[in-house]
């Protein structure tokens, strides 16, 4: 799926269903990412009260369950493979808060020494794929001793 990704900028936040509703009208898909779920709820009934809701959905935190946020994310997924226009009104902190949470790092450092093998751990452990020869993201390679 391609995406085209718009910033709102110096639009008044009370026009955006009208401006929601105008982009679906060029039979565009839309996920419209709110900063806060109030935000996003308010966008939301806003746009249902003005234009019904066909293809209409929100997706916000109702708790930190992990059940219910794999089905948030299989929902997300089944929507936007239907061949028809929709807009998904989605809170960014959803989408960020897993992101943070298995957020791992591994900081070099010229004083110290590493082995090897402490390095492909933590490659391998963040889903990245050894390769003889690296021709895309998520891999990695070993050369030389």
Do not use: C
């Amino acid at each position: 799926m391609d995406f085209e990704v718009e910033a709102l900028n110096g639009v008044y936040r009370g026009s955006i269903p009208f401006y929601l509703k105008r982009k679906r009208e060029e039979n565009k898909k839309i996920i419209y990412l709110t900063s806060s779920e109030k935000n996003m709820e308010d966008y939301y009934y806003s746009y249902l009260m003005f234009y019904g809701n066909k293809n209409v959905y929100k997706i916000g935190i109702d708790s930190f369950d992990e059940r219910e946020k794999k089905w948030k994310n299989s929902h997300i997924y089944e929507i936007m493979e239907k061949n028809e226009d929709y807009i998904i009104f989605l809170n960014i902190e959803l989408v960020i808060e897993g992101f943070y949470k298995n957020f791992q790092h591994f900081q070099i450092k010229k004083e110290n020494i590493y082995s090897f093998s402490e390095i492909e751990i933590f490659l391998e452990s963040g889903g990245y794929i050894k390769e003889y020869m690296i021709s895309k993201k998520g891999e990695y390679s070993r050369r030389g001793d």
